[in-house]
């Protein structure tokens, strides 16, 4: 019996789907390379996970090896990159276009990850009416009538934290569906809203502390 696509993104523990970007981009590495052909074997040795979890992730993806052959490359980048959104683009707005925001809007190799973020938000009158990488920076006052026609589904959270609660709910209201929080603060929001939490601060935390114990 077959499985479809929402099936088998409904049963992938996250720590699986973590792990899934990391041996696409190595794939497409020996892709560039000129190979045709790649193992579990192969990936693991250099993505230091074992051979099996590799294989038993990569079964979540609807996509089998062939023994002492493994898998045909061209398939697996198609198939990881539909599984994980990035042939899809994504449309975004951003809220808070200070420097880590603004180093989001200039990157445009988000695109080729699927997501296209439209315009970004401010109140700060030096910022506002300006452009950075050709995306236009708007007051937030304007979001709710911006988005009818952005039509922005993913709000990118990179303001202080003090007021990133406050403007998480005021992009929800505005029609935001899931919110990828930058902000070391820990935003609260309705359970039919997604939410990815992405501190660089905390990471910071845990390089400096290991680093500290290994010295």
């Known amino acids: 019996m077959s499985m479809n696509h929402d099936n088998y993104h409904s049963r992938i523990p996250e720590p699986a789907l973590r792990r899934l970007p990391w041996y696409l981009s190595y794939v497409k590495l020996l892709k560039k390379q000129g ?32 023994t002492r052959v493994g898998y045909d490359i061209d398939k697996l980048i198609g198939v990881l990159e539909d599984f994980l ?10 809220f808070g276009v200070g420097s880590l925001g603004a180093a989001l809007l200039s990157d445009s190799g988000l695109e080729q990850y699927g997501l296209k973020i439209r315009a970004g938000f401010d109140v700060n009158p030096s910022i506002v009416g300006q452009k ?67 501190s660089l601060y905390a990471h910071l935390a845990v390089m400096f502390n290991r680093l500290v114990k290994e010295g």
Do not use: C
Request: glycine share 4%; hydrophobic share 45%.
């Open 85 to 94: 959104g990035f042939k899809k683009m994504h449309t975004a707005v951003l």
């Open 132 to 198: 950075i990488n050709n995306i236009p920076v708007f007051h937030s006052d304007d979001f709710a009538a911006k988005n009818k026609k952005i039509d922005a589904q993913i709000g990118i959270l990179t303001v202080p934290p003090d007021i990133a609660q406050e403007v998480a709910d005021f992009m929800i209201a505005g029609g935001i569906q899931a919110i990828w929080n930058f902000t070391p603060f820990r935003i609260r929001v309705p359970e039919h809203i997604v939410l990815q939490n992405t």
């Open 35 to 66: 190979y045709s052909k790649v193992s579990s074997t192969q990936i693991a040795k250099k993505i230091n996970v074992s051979a099996t979890q590799i294989a038993k992730d990569l079964s979540y993806v609807n996509v089998s090896g062939k």
